[in-house]
Structures are given as structure tokens and as C-alpha cells.
């Protein structure tokens, strides 16, 4: 298994796409610690799906938005399992409407938890990331196009990744350490059903017309996190179904 004997930290990896990330980086041999905000349920049933695989794996509790639950998770993924090899930034959350309707609350919290946290996570990680080491940002396509309005806030926040990841990439660089940006489409979830309210109109902005699949976005994630991605660094990956182009 490519993987085998790595551990990683997928954050809000009891859902949607981090859930397929932390299961298919399982699958690859990984033992996997996970945040999630409020679905305790849903966070244990993925811990006993990777155990069932036969890989260690540990849930936290985090809200993303809280500066110290965020660096203490990272603490925490390394002193369960000893060693930490990849993170994985995809808790994320976004506030879709007209810029003069959003609350100074929604802009704090978007910031916080889409910009503020990858960049503690990546900052606490850099203290124990083993040399070779990976960390994944998982942005959006509207960070490259904004198709329909009202997402100024939301495509703001995921096109601040663009900068973190290549400065990453720099600094971390001299270690082996790679830091890469995927920007996912329309990706059928609870929080963005491929049958939900104006799904439709983003299946037609995309190429081929479709909904994309968490273990879409995993399966990119598990290539740059294993031996054959280790001369990507610093890169902005689209798996959007041609959303942006």
C-alpha cells in the first residue's frame, strides 16, 4: 500500500468529501485522525470503517473557527499516532448571497474557518510533519470562476489558498514537504446534492454536465499525498468537470 505507514489529519473528515479522503487514504495504508464540528454519529462510523480496514484512527471534535481547537487538533493527530505525514485542510464552510445582505458574523466566520484555519493547521503541522511530508488544500472552482453572483465572500475565502499553498510550497520546500491546492466542482454531498435547489445550473456550468464524486476529489488527494506526487508542489489542481474552463 502506498501509504503504509504514514499518518495524516484530514480535517471536517466525517462528511462529503473528507470523508472519502480519509477512507480512501486509508485504503492506501494510512492510519487517519479526523475533525469534525457537530456529527459525532457520522465522525465514529468513519473511525470504525478505517479501523475495519485495519488502520488506526482517531476523531476529534474542532471547531474549525476556534484558533486553539485547530492547532490542538494537529497536536493531537501527532501524539496519537506518533508521527504525522499529511494534512489534509477541507473543513470548510461558505455563506452564498448578495454582498450587502452578509452579516459581519457570516464574513468573520468565513474568514476563520476557510482562511485562518488551513493557515494555524499548516503552521502547527510544519512542527511535525515528517521530511516528505504533504499538505493538501482543498479549495473550489469558484475560486477560479465565478459563474452566478452572490458568492463574493465564498470565492474570496478559497481564493486566499492560492497564496498559502505556494508560500507553503516554498518554505516547506527544502524538507521535501509539498503543499498543493485542489479545487473541486459541483460535488454531490448532503451539503450540495446533485438533486438539491440549483443543481441543475451548476451541472450546466461544468463540461461534462455532471455532478462530480467525493471519491473523485479523493482520488487526487491520495496521488499527491503518495510517492508518485512527490515533484508537485506548489500546484492549483482543478477536478471541477471543466467548471472553469
Known amino acids: 500500500m502506498a501509504l503504509d505507514g504514514k499518518a495524516a489529519l484530514v480535517t471536517g473528515g466525517s462528511r462529503g468529501i473528507g470523508e472519502a479522503v480519509a477512507l480512501r487514504l486509508a485504503e ?17 462510523a468513519v473511525v470504525d470503517r478505517i479501523k475495519a480496514l485495519g ?10 473557527a476556534d484558533p486553539r481547537a485547530v492547532r490542538e487538533a494537529v497536536a493531537g493527530a501527532a501524539a496519537e499516532f506518533g508521527r504525522l505525514d499529511i494534512l489534509v485542510n477541507n473543513a470548510g464552510t461558505g455563506v ?9 458574523e457570516d464574513v468573520d466566520r468565513v474568514l476563520a474557518v476557510n482562511i485562518r484555519a488551513p493557515f494555524l493547521a499548516a503552521q ?22 465565478v459563474a452566478f453572483p452572490g458568492g463574493s465572500l465564498y470565492a474570496m475565502s478559497k481564493t486566499a489558498l492560492t497564496g498559502l499553498t505556494k508560500a ?4 516547506l520546500g527544502p524538507r521535501g514537504i509539498t503543499a498543493n491546492l485542489i479545487h473541486p466542482g459541483p460535488i ?14 451548476q451541472s450546466g456550468f461544468t463540461a461534462l454536465g455532471r455532478y462530480g464524486q467525493p471519491s ?4 487526487t488527494v491520495a496521488h499527491l499525498a503518495g510517492e508518485d506526487g512527490r515533484y508537485i508542489t506548489g500546484a492549483s489542481i ?7 474552463v
Open 55 to 64: 488502520r488506526r484512527a482517531w476523531a476529534v471534535q474542532a471547531d474549525s
Open 188 to 201: 454531490d454531498t448532503d451539503m450540495n446534492p446533485a438533486d438539491g435547489e440549483g443543481a441543475a445550473m
Open 168 to 171: 507553503l510550497a516554498r518554505e
Open 238 to 244: 482543478a477536478v471541477d468537470g471543466g467548471f472553469a
Open 124 to 145: 502547527a503541522a510544519a512542527h511535525h510533519l515528517t521530511d516528505g511530508g504533504r499538505i493538501i488544500n482543498i479549495g473550489s472552482c469558484m475560486a477560479e470562476r
Open 28 to 44: 492506501e495504508g494510512a492510519d487517519i485522525a479526523l475533525t469534525y464540528q457537530n456529527s459525532e454519529d457520522r465522525a465514529a
Open 96 to 104: 452564498l448571497g448578495p454582498i450587502g445582505d452578509l452579516a459581519l
Open 216 to 219: 473523485e476529489i479523493a482520488a
